[in-house]
């Protein structure tokens, strides 16, 4: 599975890169801090709601850690997506360690 740091999605974001983030986090842990532009698709829902990841786009996609967004991009290749999935190392975490400390660790 590829994977991108996520110093290294701020590097494309602000580049200008084309890129959809997929949140699969929980309501609450929503509520709590996101990346930027993010599309919020829990976990549970994400076979559901496949329709709304572009698969035209690169896509990467997060949770708190990195485990439950590896979980999601492995049920979106089972089930046919076709569009490029990378999973964010570190999740959330690592954005806020790495990329924008004001974003709350829980």
Same mark, same amino acid.
């Given at each position: 599975?590829?994977?991108?740091? %996520? =110093?290294? !999605?701020?590097?494309?974001?602000?580049?200008?890169?084309?890129?959809?983030?997929?949140?699969?986090?929980?309501?609450?842990?929503? %509520?709590?801090?996101?990346?930027?532009?993010?599309?919020?698709?829990?976990? %549970?829902?994400?076979?559901? #709601?496949?329709?709304?990841?572009?698969?035209?786009?690169?896509?990467?996609?997060?949770?708190?850690?990195?485990?439950?967004?590896? #979980?999601?991009?492995?049920? !979106?290749?089972?089930?046919?997506? =076709?569009?490029?999935? +990378?999973?964010?190392?570190?999740? +959330? =975490?690592?954005?806020?360690?790495?990329?924008?400390?004001?974003?709350?660790?829980?």
């Amino acid at each position: 599975m590829e994977e991108m740091t %996520a =110093t290294e !999605l701020k590097q494309r974001l602000d580049n200008g890169d084309d890129i959809q983030i997929i949140d699969v986090r929980e309501d609450n842990e929503v %509520a709590i801090g996101t990346i930027p532009n993010s599309v919020h698709i829990p976990l %549970a829902q994400v076979l559901t #709601r496949m329709n709304e990841i572009d698969p035209n786009r690169e896509t990467v996609v997060h949770c708190k850690m990195g485990g439950r967004s590896a #979980r999601a991009i492995d049920a !979106l290749q089972r089930s046919g997506f =076709t569009g490029k999935l +990378i999973n964010l190392k570190g999740g +959330i =975490t690592g954005w806020s360690n790495e990329v924008d400390p004001s974003v709350p660790k829980y």
